[in-house]
């Protein structure tokens, strides 16, 4: 395989990071299952081989960023939110509704559950 198509193949995540002491050394194996995993992804054909349809999705273009998580943070949940600066110090909120929400019905029962939460 060409040393351009493995490039290909680790950056978007198909293949591993080389091991800087054996360089780009890969088995058949991985190398097949990499294939198989893009064609499976992009939605062509599984083949395992390089064939037409695989080097044209390779010639396209595309964003830079990987088709596969990294193994290595897979298993950890993903941070969704930031803490930055202080706590908040209020506990008690007002709210008030404008014109645009006359349309709702709210019941005094769900006013009184959402505030007591």
């Known amino acids: 395989m060409i040393l351009l198509q493995q490039s290909y193949l680790t950056k978007f995540g198909y293949l591993p990071e080389s091991n800087p002491e054996t360089g780009n050394l890969r088995t058949e194996d991985q190398l097949r299952d990499a294939i198989r995993n893009l064609q499976r992804f992009s939605g062509i054909p599984v083949t395992g081989e390089i064939?037409?349809?695989?080097?044209?999705?390779?010639?396209?273009?595309?964003?830079?960023?990987?088709?596969?998580?990294?193994?290595?943070?897979?298993?950890?949940?993903?941070?969704?939110?930031?803490?930055?600066?202080?706590?908040?110090?209020?506990?008690?909120?007002?709210?008030?509704?404008?014109?645009?929400?006359?349309?709702?019905?709210?019941?005094?029962?769900?006013?009184s559950s959402i505030s007591s939460e």
């Open 51 to 111: 064939d037409d349809a695989t080097r044209k999705l390779m010639k396209a273009r595309r964003c830079g960023l990987s088709d596969r998580q990294n193994p290595r943070y897979s298993r950890t949940r993903r941070k969704r939110f930031t803490i930055h600066g202080q706590r908040w110090p209020y506990r008690n909120l007002t709210w008030r509704s404008d014109q645009s929400f006359l349309y709702l019905e709210i019941s005094k029962l769900d006013v």
